[in-house]
């Protein structure tokens, strides 16, 4: 709890002073494993503490990503990305389902005003849409049962932007400043995740709508030009996987949100890159050279796509066996969603095909996408 409360003081000082802010916050990260608990009502105890959980590891360098990426941000767009920050650390260290809900809700208003700062439509949707989200998990925290379940797992749907409740993803994420993008397509999906990981008991009814996401998601990344997009609707498909091993594999859905988080980001932070050096986003436009951006963009995609020994991998090969065992034809299908994520990543790296122009390199998204095979050889060895 410490380090959600630095964080909430790091997101007051950064309106005045956004340098120290952000290296507090920074420093904060350091005291994620000191839990916290108090009894603020008679017999109700608020209480955090950080779980073994993968997540927790992955999820702070992450947001240490962010908040490095955040210095051309100006004083506002600052403390809103720490305020997200610590809403995020919140959501994954709470023990009741009421503390999840109050930082879900922290998340919310950040993350509007950073998107309202570039597009006031693709806000107002995202807010539109999650002020439902809200209202059905806060309806289902406070029944029980077969609807209070149902109403669960339709509210994260939505939280997490699976299919049909989609329309809000590629907007948000797209209309937004890479932080915050880094932040939505890794951070916030994997906490709607959690969240259906921990309350639904309907886990089936998501079935059909993983698999149409899966598959929907990466044919919608093949037909895109702008890379932000292509990138949104990847996360859209692997946001379908990864309900899939919600349903199917429950117990590897951490490793699975953690893999796409590094990948992701290391995709967005690489894009992001070659934007802000080329000022350029159509794919067939972007001549560069990097040999440290072809390689955090070929790991990547080579993990989105379960190639060993990256530790995307093991996911894919257990959702696999358990697709198979479950039923041929939806294992089947789960095969065919790889043929367009092959074609989408194909697509992202024939950037370096083109006749270079200009010179990048960076290595933030490199360290995060070694990780991945780092953390494949660790997992076989």
Request: with cysteine; aromatic share 12%.
């Amino acid at each position: 709890m410490l380090t959600v409360s630095l964080l909430l003081v790091s997101s007051l000082i950064a309106l005045k002073r956004k340098n120290i802010a952000r290296w507090l916050a920074l420093l904060s990260l350091f005291f994620f494993t000191k839990s916290f608990s108090f009894e603020w009502l008679p017999g109700i105890t608020f209480s955090w503490t950080s779980s073994p959980s993968l997540l927790f590891p992955v999820f702070l360098l992450i947001i240490a990503s962010s908040i490095f990426y955040s210095r051309n941000l100006d004083k506002i767009q600052t403390s809103m990305i720490l305020l997200l920050s610590s809403g995020i650390i919140g959501f994954l260290g709470s023990s009741s389902p009421f503390q999840h809900f109050f930082f879900l809700e922290l998340m919310l208003f950040p993350t509007f005003y950073l998107i309202r700062k570039e597009d006031s439509f693709s806000a107002f949707k995202y807010f539109g849409f999650m002020q439902v989200s809200s209202i059905l998990i806060l309806s289902g925290l406070l029944g029980e049962g077969l609807i209070s379940s149902t109403l669960l797992t339709l509210g994260f749907a939505i939280q997490i932007g699976l299919f049909p409740f989609h329309s809000w993803l590629a907007d948000a994420i797209t209309q937004s400043p890479t932080p915050l993008n880094v932040l939505i397509s890794t951070s916030l999906i994997g906490c709607g995740l959690v969240g259906l990981l921990t309350y639904s008991s309907t886990p089936l009814l998501l079935l059909p709508l993983g698999i149409v996401s899966a598959i929907y998601g990466a044919i919608l990344a093949t037909t895109q030009d702008e890379a932000p997009r292509l990138l949104a609707y990847s996360t859209l498909s692997q946001i379908g996987v990864g309900v899939l091993i919600l349903v199917l594999n429950p117990e590897i859905l951490p490793l699975f949100i953690s893999i796409h988080a590094l990948a992701k980001a290391s995709l967005i932070f690489s894009f992001n890159e070659i934007f802000e050096k080329t000022r350029r986003q159509t794919l067939p436009d972007i001549r560069i050279f990097s040999i440290t951006l072809f390689i955090s963009i070929l790991l990547s995609c080579l993990s989105l796509l379960g190639v060993p020994p990256l530790l995307g991998f093991f996911t894919e090969l257990n959702l696999l066996i358990s697709a198979f065992t479950f039923s041929p034809y939806l294992g089947l299908l789960i095969v065919f969603t790889l043929i367009p994520t092959a074609l989408y990543c194909e697509k992202l790296l024939s950037i370096f095909r083109n006749t270079p122009e200009q010179k990048i390199e960076s290595e933030t998204p490199l360290i995060l996408s070694i990780i991945l095979i780092i953390g494949g050889l660790l997992w076989m060895f």
